[in-house]
Each structure stands twice: as structure tokens, then as C-alpha cells.
């Protein structure tokens, strides 16, 4: 039987790993300007984190976790995000007592059990920043201002910033009973879900994406408008700071999130070139998550990006892969030749070059033909003459010129340096 990998979760070929490692630099660079430090939390957490802390009515716990138990019956599920990780460890390891004011990144998988499409599958990675331990509206802009940098570094145009404010729990609250009474008079005619969320938590239901639900939803009361003064506050604080840097967003009074512990401000950013599922970061306030995990009552914002989606929108914008060169390729003649070109590949790679020889025994023309697949952008020919007179001819491959040179990895690493300045 030919195995096939697990439906949702797909390798990452090599000549697509070239767009991750090129994303993961772009993301690290723009952590370090903002100043946010890494943090790596396991993959396996205890299913009660997520329940409690995502929320048990969400679709996430409900219906998309990865959760079975270890060899002594504990609950465990594989993380389908990591704020609530990152939150976790920042408690257990008393990052308040330090300074409880912390700003950190993360890139990794996350695992949901969700429905696989274009850009949306079972295993998929994570970009996300975290700020912890403040409740200024100036820290809400800053987050903001770095998925915006992050997509300017990157080149993306065709994006939209979602924006809205939900508020803090008692405001959810009135909201609820807002959206309760808006919803009795429609909630037989609509699905199944929507019945369940109308009595779970009735903010799921403006997510919905069930068309028999969508014209009731359209004229469903926003959220902004059952804000408490200190809320509405906030709200104005961060619109016009948003404004003052030139920030551009769209206010949408139904974006909720489908996670539980948002408060206040809620966001998502969309691109116009991906299809159904264009969300290509998401993120907000949760000002209670901290003491609900049991910290100390400690604000948070953040947001986190699925990078499957971005190097879809990158992959579309760019035709060709990018091009991937090595700086050497020892091509051998006989047995001295092969003999040299092995001592030398260990020496120049410990210099730093990237160097290949053949290991098949093929044919001088066949090596010919792999040094130009390989694209390297120098060419030594190693045989019995060469190995008897240490010296050769490195080939520039792409002048086709030819320069003598000693055969030491010191002199050889030496020409290739002076012919690069
Ligand atoms: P989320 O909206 O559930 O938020 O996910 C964030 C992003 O992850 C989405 O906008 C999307 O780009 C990507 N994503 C989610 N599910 C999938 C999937 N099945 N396949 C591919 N990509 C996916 C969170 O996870 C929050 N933890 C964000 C956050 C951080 N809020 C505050 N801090």
C-alpha cells in the first residue's frame, strides 16, 4: 500500500519551502523593529485550556479539535491557536512578577479539524503577536501598525482592515440580549446552528456563513452601539489614532471574531485575492483572558495570520519560483578527481560555500547537465591532471570565463570572494 499523508495536511515541497523561509525572515524582521520577543509553546496542550479559554460554544471547541487522551485518560488536544498558550505560559511562568508587560511572537502549526478548501486546512501555520499587560488604545494601533507593516514589507496590495469594538463582558451581555431580541421573531427559520448558538451565545450567529441565515443577519443591531462609556472611549481612542498614522480601516458593526475571549477591539484583515477564505489575519483585545486562566487580572491584544494564505496571495503575485543557486559545483574525472572533490567540498563548506559533486558516478555530461540544474554560479573540473598538479580552471557560468586557481578550499574560497566585490 502507498501511504498518502493525513487529508488537510500537506508537505511543504522544497521549491515551496523557499517562500517559507523568505516569509519567516520578513515576519522575524518585523517582530524585531516592533520590538516583540519569540515564544515557542508545546503543540499539546490540556483540552480545558482551550475550552475555558477559546470558549465552549465556539466552532473551534465544538467541532474542530484534535483532542484524545494520553496513556493515563488526561484530555489533550492539539493547540488550534496559540493565544491562549502563550497566555498560559505567561502565567506559569510568572512573567507578571518580572514585568507584566510583555510584547511576543510565535510561528507555527496549529490543527483544526475543519472542512479542507483553498487556503483552509487540518494542519496549517500561524504568524501571531501577542501584548500583554496593557490597556492602552495606543497598544491596540501598534498591533495594527505591524500586520500593516508586515504586509507593506511583504508588497501586498487589494487588502482591506476590518474594524469594530464588542466591548467588555457586561457590554456582551447587553448586546446578547440585543441580538436575542432582534433574532426571536427570524430563529425558526434559520439553521440548525444558528438555534444552538441563539441560546449558547448569539454573537456566533453574525458569523454564519449559511446563506438561508444572511438577510436576517444584514440588519442585525451592531455591537458598537451597546458599548459602555469607558468602551466607547476606547473605541473613539484607537480610530483616531489610526487615523492620526494614516492606518486604513473599514468599520464593520458585525465583525465579532469566532473565538470567546475577545473584549473591545476586534479586527481582521481580508485580501481581495483569495477566495472564500480571505481572512488573512484576525485578531483583537482580551482583557479577560489572563485571570480567567488564572493570572492576575491582565489586559492583552493581539493578532495571529495564517501563512498558507499569504503565500497563496505571494505565490499569485510572483510567476516563477525564486531562483536557487549554489555558489560551486565540483564536476570529476576518475577516481584521483573524486578522491580531491570530496576533500574539497568538506573544506569549502566549512568556509561557508555552497557546494555540490556528484555521488551517483554519472557520465562527465551528466554532471554537466545537473551543475546547470543546480544553477551554480561556479564550476571546477577535477581529473588526474588537476589531482596531480593541484591546480584547476574555476569556470564562471555565467561569463564563461575561465581563472586558474591553487586547489586548497583557502584559495579557492579567497577567488570566489575577490570575484564577487
Ligand atoms: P483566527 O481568526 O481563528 O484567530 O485565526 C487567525 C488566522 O489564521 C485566520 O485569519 C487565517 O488566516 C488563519 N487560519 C485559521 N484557520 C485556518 C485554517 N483552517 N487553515 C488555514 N488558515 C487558517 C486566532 O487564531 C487568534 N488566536 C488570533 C489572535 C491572537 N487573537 C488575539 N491574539
Not at 498558550?85 to 479539524?113: C, N, W
Not at 467588555?168 to 447587553?174: L, T
Not at 488564572?294 to 498558507?308: K, L, S, Y
Not at 577535477?382 to 564563461?400: C, I, N, Y
Request: hydrophobic share 35%.
Amino acid at each position: 500500500m502507498a501511504y498518502k499523508s493525513v487529508r488537510g495536511m500537506r508537505d511543504i515541497l522544497p521549491d515551496e519551502a523557499d517562500y517559507w523561509t523568505g516569509l519567516e525572515a520578513t515576519i522575524r524582521d518585523v517582530a524585531r523593529r516592533f520590538n516583540y520577543r519569540e515564544i515557542r509553546p508545546p503543540l499539546v496542550e490540556h483540552t480545558e485550556l482551550f475550552s475555558r479559554g477559546i470558549g465552549a460554544a465556539t466552532d473551534v471547541v465544538n467541532k474542530e479539535m484534535y483532542t484524545f487522551p494520553d496513556k493515563k485518560g488526561r484530555s489533550l488536544t492539539l493547540r488550534p491557536e496559540a493565544t491562549a498558550s502563550v497566555v498560559r505560559s505567561y502565567v506559569e511562568h510568572g512573567m507578571a512578577t518580572q514585568d507584566p508587560f510583555q510584547k511576543l511572537f510565535y510561528i507555527g502549526p496549529m490543527f483544526r479539524y475543519e472542512k479542507p478548501q483553498k487556503g483552509r486546512s487540518r494542519q496549517f501555520h500561524q504568524y501571531g503577536v501577542e501584548a500583554i499587560g496593557s490597556l492602552a488604545p495606543s497598544l491596540d494601533v501598534e498591533v495594527i501598525s505591524l500586520a500593516w507593516s508586515l504586509m507593506h514589507d511583504l508588497g501586498l496590495g487589494g487588502l482591506s482592515l476590518r474594524l469594530n469594538s464588542i466591548g467588555c463582558a457586561a457590554d456582551h451581555e447587553r448586546y446578547r440580549d440585543a441580538l436575542r431580541a432582534y433574532f426571536a421573531p427570524h430563529i425558526d427559520s434559520m439553521c440548525e446552528d444558528c438555534q444552538r448558538r441563539y441560546d449558547d451565545n448569539p454573537l456566533r450567529i453574525l458569523d454564519c456563513k449559511n446563506r438561508t441565515c444572511q438577510p436576517y443577519i444584514t440588519d442585525a443591531p451592531g455591537s458598537a452601539e451597546h458599548l459602555c462609556a469607558d468602551c466607547a472611549d476606547h473605541f473613539t481612542k484607537v480610530k483616531e489614532l489610526l487615523d492620526q498614522l494614516g492606518l486604513d480601516y473599514v468599520l464593520d458593526p458585525h465583525l465579532v471574531r469566532g473565538l470567546d475571549y475577545y473584549t473591545r477591539t476586534v479586527f481582521e484583515l481580508t485580501s481581495k485575492d483569495l477566495g472564500a477564505q480571505d481572512a488573512l489575519l484576525g485578531g483583537g483585545r482580551y482583557d479577560d483572558l489572563v485571570k480567567m486562566i488564572g493570572g492576575p487580572d491582565t489586559p492583552g491584544v493581539g493578532f495571529a495570520g495564517g501563512m498558507e494564505r499569504l503565500i497563496l496571495v505571494l505565490k499569485e503575485r510572483e510567476e516563477q519560483v525564486m531562483e536557487r543557486r549554489i555558489d560551486l559545483f565540483l564536476a570529476t574525472l576518475g577516481d584521483a578527481g573524486r578522491t580531491l572533490a570530496l576533500d574539497l567540498s568538506n573544506g569549502l563548506r566549512q568556509e561557508g560555500l555552497s557546494v555540490d559533486l556528484d555521488y551517483r558516478g554519472r557520465a562527465f555530461r551528466k554532471q554537466m547537465t545537473q551543475a546547470n540544474k543546480v544553477s551554480a554560479r561556479y564550476l571546477l573540473v577535477l581529473g588526474d591532471d588537476e589531482a596531480t598538479a593541484k591546480v584547476g580552471k574555476l569556470k564562471d557560468m555565467d561569463t564563461r570565463e575561465e581563472i586558474e586557481v591553487a586547489l586548497s578550499a583557502e584559495k579557492i574560497v579567497q577567488l570566489i570572494e575577490s570575484l564577487r566585490d
